[in-house]
């Protein structure tokens, strides 16, 4: 327990937060890259980039691997430039695994709200305003957290970290999770989605 600060402080990544507060002066010049918590150009623009993707999926486009291939690509870079190492301080694997869950779920309802058709033996998908806003949901996450945070929610989060035994590592991580595990889920249930539409004429044609 910290003298004056009211709060424990067992949770790691949290500390240094907590003393800056009481001492302004100590570890200024670490504290972004301690706590984790902050966004960089690079951060604000990589959102940017998935954000102006799924808007580009509106128009209706081809279902092919060169399409499957390409965003999954994209998502492995995400998940090499954030993830290094997974944190397992207190209940951080747990969140971690809960808001990647999260994830799987918004990507499987986003695949099942894009539409999908097939024309002369091709599928063809296009992403409407549901599915639009499912994935901006996921891939912008990490953006409004940290926006909330510089906007008076750090005393809430803090405090919701320690009652919960999360560090302050595991919030990145588990954000950008969620959003990995969105997109790719996504990607999947439209690749599936689109190969029944393209057997869907043939099984028809059977059938009579």
């Known amino acids: 327990m910290l003298q004056g600060a009211g709060v424990p402080t067992s949770t790691r990544g949290l500390r240094r937060k907590i003393n800056l507060q009481i001492n302004p002066r100590s570890d200024a010049g670490t504290a972004e890259k301690a706590d984790h918590l902050g966004m960089t150009t690079t951060d604000y623009l990589i959102n940017g980039l998935f954000v102006l993707l799924v808007l580009r999926q509106a128009r209706e486009r ?62 063809f998908a296009r ?24 906007h008076g929610a750090e005393p809430a989060v803090r405090t919701f970290s320690i009652a919960h035994h999360i560090s302050a590592a595991a919030w990145p991580v588990a954000l950008v999770s969620m959003a990995i595990c969105e997109v790719t889920a996504r990607l999947l249930v439209v690749e599936v989605r689109g190969r029944r539409a393209r057997t869907m004429p043939s099984l028809v044609a059977l059938a009579a």
Do not use: E, K
């Open 127 to 150: 992403v409407g305003w549901l599915a639009a806003a499912l994935l901006i949901v996921g891939i912008a996450s990490r953006m409004v957290f940290a926006f909330a945070l510089s």
């Open 62 to 123: 081809r279902l092919d691997l060169r399409g499957l291939l390409g965003p999954l690509a994209a998502v492995f870079f995400v998940g090499q430039l954030y993830i290094h190492t997974l944190p397992s301080y207190g209940n951080d694997l747990a969140f971690i695994f809960a808001l990647a869950s999260l994830g799987i779920l918004l990507g499987v309802l986003c695949g099942l709200a894009t539409h999908v058709r097939a024309a002369d033996g091709l599928a």
